[in-house]
């Protein structure tokens, strides 16, 4: 497994957010991670960032341990997250927003090339790289903020509810380069409440809920579970 998360818990002021869930993300593929609002899905996105602290419980990614890095060595390591809201920088260039997610990195030639993957990911970034991120739709602001977390030429993407407030024609363009972006070898951690799309995606799912992993297995497998399909599909 290229991401391994055993046992992990984190408390929010002493209130258990995870309790102990273990999971793991190979080498290529989806993995998705569906429930409930406040089921620990962003808690488990952070805590594999660094950006909250594991109360208990270890994090190893590539054979490295990384629940003790701060966030920048994650990122440095291999992993970028593009978090919930997209959180792209307003009064930045489309450009300029690009670059910051090559911040860490000092070969310029390659970052060079690596726009120009990303601009073949989202022509629609090309035609408005010059243009202020805070003027972009909110689709276009979700495109920027995976092409920036791309920039870091990340070994694992992590995707925290990336159809949030988009329209239908909107989700499917984002759910076409998540899957290309899996194509290209990336694997990536999809994070989403709907959960008929992120089955659809992902090759592997869990199931979390108050902060257990409640059920595990390959995505359409769980997808056809009569739990599953209740809680979560409307069915």
């Known amino acids: 497994m290229l991401l ?31 429930g409930a609002n406040g089921a620990g899905k962003t808690t488990t996105m952070h805590a594999v960032s660094a950006l909250l602290p594991v109360s208990s419980g ?3 990614f590539d054979d490295r341990r990384i ?7 994650v990122v440095a390591a291999g992993i970028a997250q593009v978090p919930e809201g997209r959180r792209v920088f307003p009064d930045l260039t489309v450009l300029e927003n690009l670059r910051t997610g090559a911040f860490l990195r000092r070969d310029k030639a390659a970052v060079d ?3 120009e993957m990303v601009f073949a990911h989202f022509p629609r970034l090309k035609e408005r790289r010059g243009q202020w991120a805070k003027l972009l739709s909110g689709g276009e602001q979700q495109m ?3 092409g920036r977390a791309l920039m870091a030429k990340p070994r694992l ?15 499917q363009e ?17 994070v989403e409440q709907n959960a008929e799309l992120a ?18 297995g390959p995505a359409d497998t769980l997808h056809d579970n009569p739990h599953v399909q209740s809680a979560y599909l409307g069915g």
């Open 4 to 34: 391994r998360v055993e046992n992990l818990s984190v408390n929010y002021n002493k209130v258990a957010a995870l309790k102990g869930i273990s999971l793991g993300v190979p080498e290529e593929g989806i993995v998705t991670i569906i």
């Open 67 to 73: 629940d003790t890095l701060p966030p920048e060595k």
């Open 199 to 216: 089955l659809r995606l992902a090759d592997y799912a869990y199931v979390l809920e108050t902060g257990t992993v409640a059920l595990e």
């Open 144 to 146: 920027l903020a995976i």
């Open 113 to 115: 090339e690596d726009l």
């Open 58 to 60: 270890e994090i190893w």
């Open 174 to 190: 984002i759910a076409r380069i998540v899957l290309a972006i899996s194509k290209r070898g990336v694997p990536v951690v999809l």
């Open 157 to 171: 993407l992590l995707l925290d509810e990336p159809s949030m407030g988009l329209s239908p024609v909107m989700v």
